[in-house]
């Protein structure tokens, strides 16, 4: 190779780096965290909880995996997946919406197979998590699951938007964010509002490993901007609840995957830049999910399966201790051999706390509640000769 | 163009480029009509439908960012075929085997898992690219012809030829990664031999 030519090379490689240099700022990994009970209304007056079911009659074999979001108004949206089974080429994601105070509109299908092959231009098996944002410009973000093949190792991590409430969505996208053929990167829990503007979105993958990460997004013109970091390596616990306890502190509540059979917990002092190493809780985990939430006392609020072996009930715990110490408050469900799972805790545009969760396989079941009947129930908890079933 | 179009368009280019180096087998001579029929043939093979979506589609399943550092060797191993001359001398085959088991080692262990570092997030930032820029800056002042296949990621990343933001899908992919681990065993198990 000639040495003009060397050097003529060498200069448009660095030419070139410049620029990329200059067009990619990358992402921050690290950010403010807006408090969910800051841009809420107290949550507090009488006690009040009612349990509904957001989906009734809709038949399905199997629904699951709820998330929901506050709309522009007193507008709530919720989705899910069902069809006949999990990984099953019929599964469809189901959108409805609730004018607070009011009941659930009809389920109706967002986004199915055929209309994702289209989008991606590729052949997907079957269809999985979804999560869905608002946006403060009033505009919905989904995020979901497609599975290429085998079941969620074999899955990637895809997005859609809506400028109409939820009646129309763009064109999917593929969101890259593994090395390995993209496999397997999944989305289950509430995301985390960034006073910079753009999102925090707890991730995880169950490839090889099974660990937690962080997804952190922004909104740029329409172009979803996005970059990763993770939250722990390894083989151990996955599918993070991030729950911020101030602007720069957080914690994540993390599934467990060993035999330790505990809810797993990590810190986060520097806007989740940097964690802690996962530690197990006092709190029983039958490799379930779990959704945890901070109150607007300062406690923590979760939401999971208390029992280190099976799915058949769902309870409620607190902690004023910021994850040290936990006492269970109530169980919203128990039933021998029924199953109720993944939770998903939200605060309400009135500032109630909404938890949606899988109710026996078939029904995406809301469990609404005030910060006034957890204090009540914590209260007469307390009176109980024994106290509680967690120290 | 939409960019769902250009990234399939350049999706294609590294199955329909290793399928015609298939196609043309061993023969170090083949005739015109054998070499026009080979990439043809590719061409053609890649549209067949199977289960309602083409060959070529269901390639994009599983590789969906063939990095450009793999679609630079599969040109230049083409090239090499159809032109009978040797574009690529040992040094710089072994040149880009050797960047791409590096490569391979730093990204894959960690990325899917191995320790709490993310080497993956490298990609979204400056990092990678200037790091690509030294390394190929390097192989070219020592006159080694896979500095300029090492530029490609850096075109290539610039136009947003991939559907992938992030560099690494740019410089590597799991096919370069593991015939590179591949060569390089067989390298060293050689000079250990």
Same mark, same amino acid.
């Given at each position: 190779?000639?040495?003009?030519?060397?050097?003529?090379?060498?200069?448009?490689?660095?030419?070139?780096?410049?620029?990329?240099?200059?067009?990619?700022?990358?992402?921050?990994?690290?950010?403010?965290?807006?408090?969910?009970?800051?841009?809420?209304?107290?949550?507090?007056?009488?006690?009040?909880?009612?349990?509904?079911?957001?989906?009734?009659?809709?038949?399905?074999?199997?629904?699951?995996?709820?998330?929901?979001?506050?709309?522009?108004?007193?507008?709530?949206?919720?989705?899910?997946?069902?069809?006949?089974?999990?990984?099953?080429?019929?599964?469809?994601?189901?959108?409805?919406?609730?004018?607070?105070?009011?009941?659930?509109?009809?389920?109706?299908?967002?986004?199915?197979?055929?209309?994702?092959?289209?989008?991606?231009?590729?052949?997907?098996?079957?269809?999985?998590?979804?999560?869905?944002?608002?946006?403060?410009?009033?505009?919905?973000?989904?995020?979901?699951?497609?599975?290429?093949?085998?079941?969620?190792?074999?899955?990637?991590?895809?997005?859609?938007?809506?400028?109409?409430?939820?009646?129309?969505?763009?064109?999917?996208?593929?969101?890259?964010?593994?090395?390995?053929?993209?496999?397997?990167?999944?989305?289950?829990?509430?995301?985390?509002?960034?006073?910079?503007?753009?999102?925090?979105?707890?991730?995880?993958?169950?490839?090889?490993?099974?660990?937690?990460?962080?997804?952190?997004?922004?909104?740029?013109?329409?172009?979803?901007?996005?970059?990763?970091?993770?939250?722990?390596?390894?083989?151990?616990?996955?599918?993070?609840?991030?729950?911020?306890?101030?602007?720069?502190?957080?914690?994540?509540?993390?599934?467990?995957?060993?035999?330790?059979?505990?809810?797993?917990?990590?810190?986060?002092?520097?806007?989740?830049?940097?964690?802690?190493?996962?530690?197990?809780?006092?709190?029983?985990?039958?490799?379930?999910?779990?959704?945890?939430?901070?109150?607007?006392?300062?406690?923590?609020?979760?939401?999971?399966?208390?029992?280190?072996?099976?799915?058949?009930?769902?309870?409620?715990?607190?902690?004023?201790?910021?994850?040290?110490?936990?006492?269970?408050?109530?169980?919203?469900?128990?039933?021998?051999?029924?199953?109720?799972?993944?939770?998903?805790?939200?605060?309400?545009?009135?500032?109630?706390?909404?938890?949606?969760?899988?109710?026996?396989?078939?029904?995406?079941?809301?469990?609404?509640?005030?910060?006034?009947?957890?204090?009540?129930?914590?209260?007469?908890?307390?009176?109980?000769?024994?106290?509680?079933?967690?120290? | 163009?939409?960019?769902?179009?250009?990234?399939?368009?350049?999706?294609?280019?590294?199955?329909? &480029?290793? =399928?015609?180096?298939?196609? +043309? *087998?061993?023969?170090?001579?083949?005739?015109?009509?054998?070499?026009? %029929? @080979?990439? !043809?043939?590719?061409?053609?093979?890649?549209?067949?439908?199977?289960?309602?979506?083409?060959?070529?589609?269901?390639?994009?399943?599983?590789?969906?960012?063939?990095?450009?550092?793999?679609?630079?060797?599969?040109?230049?191993?083409?090239?090499?075929?159809?032109?009978?001359?040797?574009?690529?001398?040992?040094?710089?085959?072994?040149?880009?085997?050797?960047?791409?088991?590096?490569?391979? &080692?730093? =990204?894959?262990?960690?990325? +899917? *898992?191995?320790?709490?570092?993310?080497?993956?997030?490298?990609?979204? %930032? @400056?990092? !990678?690219?200037?790091?690509?820029?030294?390394?190929?800056?390097?192989?070219?002042?020592?006159?080694?012809?896979?500095?300029?296949?090492?530029?490609?990621?850096?075109?290539?990343?610039?136009?947003?030829?991939?559907?992938?933001?992030?560099?690494?899908?740019?410089?590597?992919?799991?096919?370069?990664?593991?015939?590179?681990?591949?060569?390089?065993?067989?390298?060293?198990?050689?000079?250990?031999?």
């Amino acid at each position: 190779m000639a040495l003009p030519l060397r050097w003529l090379l060498i200069g448009m490689a660095w030419l070139m780096a410049g620029a990329l240099y200059l067009c990619r700022p990358g992402i921050p990994r690290s950010g403010d965290f807006t408090m969910a009970v800051n841009a809420a209304s107290p949550g507090l007056g009488s006690p009040n909880f009612q349990k509904t079911i957001v989906n009734p009659g809709q038949g399905l074999p199997m629904v699951h995996v709820a998330s929901l979001a506050t709309m522009s108004g007193d507008m709530e949206a919720a989705v899910w997946y069902g069809g006949s089974a999990e990984c099953a080429p019929d599964v469809k994601i189901y959108f409805s919406e609730s004018e607070h105070g009011s009941g659930w509109s009809t389920p109706r299908v967002i986004l199915d197979r055929q209309k994702v092959e289209a989008d991606l231009g590729r052949p997907v098996q079957a269809l999985g998590n979804a999560l869905l944002l608002a946006n403060p410009d009033g505009t919905l973000r989904l995020f979901f699951v497609t599975i290429a093949m085998g079941r969620w190792s074999g899955s990637q991590l895809n997005t859609s938007r809506s400028h109409d409430g939820g009646l129309t969505w763009s064109r999917a996208e593929r969101l890259t964010l593994s090395p390995f053929f993209n496999f397997s990167e999944l989305v289950r829990n509430r995301a985390v509002s960034l006073l910079s503007g753009g999102w925090c979105v707890p991730i995880y993958q169950e490839f090889l490993g099974k660990f937690p990460e962080l997804l952190w997004l922004k909104e740029n013109q329409g172009n979803l901007e996005y970059g990763k970091s993770r939250i722990a390596g390894g083989c151990s616990s996955f599918q993070p609840s991030l729950v911020p306890i101030d602007a720069r502190r957080a914690l994540v509540f993390l599934r467990d995957y060993t035999d330790n059979r505990k809810i797993f917990l990590s810190r986060s002092d520097d806007g989740g830049r940097i964690w802690t190493k996962p530690t197990q809780t006092q709190l029983p985990n039958p490799d379930s999910g779990i959704s945890g939430l901070k109150l607007n006392n300062g406690k923590l609020l979760i939401a999971y399966n208390d029992s280190p072996l099976c799915r058949d009930n769902l309870a409620l715990a607190l902690s004023d201790d910021q994850g040290a110490s936990w006492e269970k408050l109530v169980a919203l469900e128990n039933e021998s051999g029924s199953t109720f799972a993944y939770p998903f805790l939200s605060r309400s545009s009135d500032g109630s706390i909404d938890l949606a969760y899988t109710r026996k396989g078939k029904e995406i079941a809301l469990a609404r509640f005030n910060d006034t009947w957890i204090e009540e129930t914590w209260a007469s908890l307390e009176k109980l000769p024994g106290g509680s079933n967690h120290q | 163009m939409s960019s769902l179009i250009l990234h399939q368009l350049y999706a294609g280019v590294a199955p329909w &480029l290793a =399928l015609s180096l298939l196609l +043309l *087998g061993r023969n170090p001579f083949p005739s015109r009509p054998r070499m026009l %029929g @080979a990439l !043809l043939l590719a061409f053609f093979v890649l549209w067949i439908p199977v289960v309602g979506w083409p060959l070529f589609a269901w390639c994009r399943v599983l590789e969906i960012n063939p990095s450009f550092t793999l679609t630079g060797l599969l040109c230049v191993a083409l090239w090499q075929r159809l032109s009978s001359k040797s574009v690529f001398r040992s040094e710089d085959w072994t040149a880009a085997w050797v960047v791409g088991a590096s490569a391979t &080692l730093i =990204l894959y262990p960690m990325g +899917l *898992g191995l320790t709490s570092i993310d080497p993956c997030t490298w990609g979204w %930032g @400056a990092t !990678l690219p200037i790091s690509t820029a030294v390394v190929a800056s390097g192989l070219l002042i020592a006159g080694n012809r896979f500095g300029m296949i090492l530029l490609l990621p850096l075109l290539g990343s610039l136009f947003h030829l991939q559907e992938s933001a992030n560099f690494w899908d740019a410089l590597m992919d799991p096919l370069y990664g593991a015939t590179s681990l591949g060569v390089v065993s067989y390298l060293l198990w050689r000079r250990l031999r």
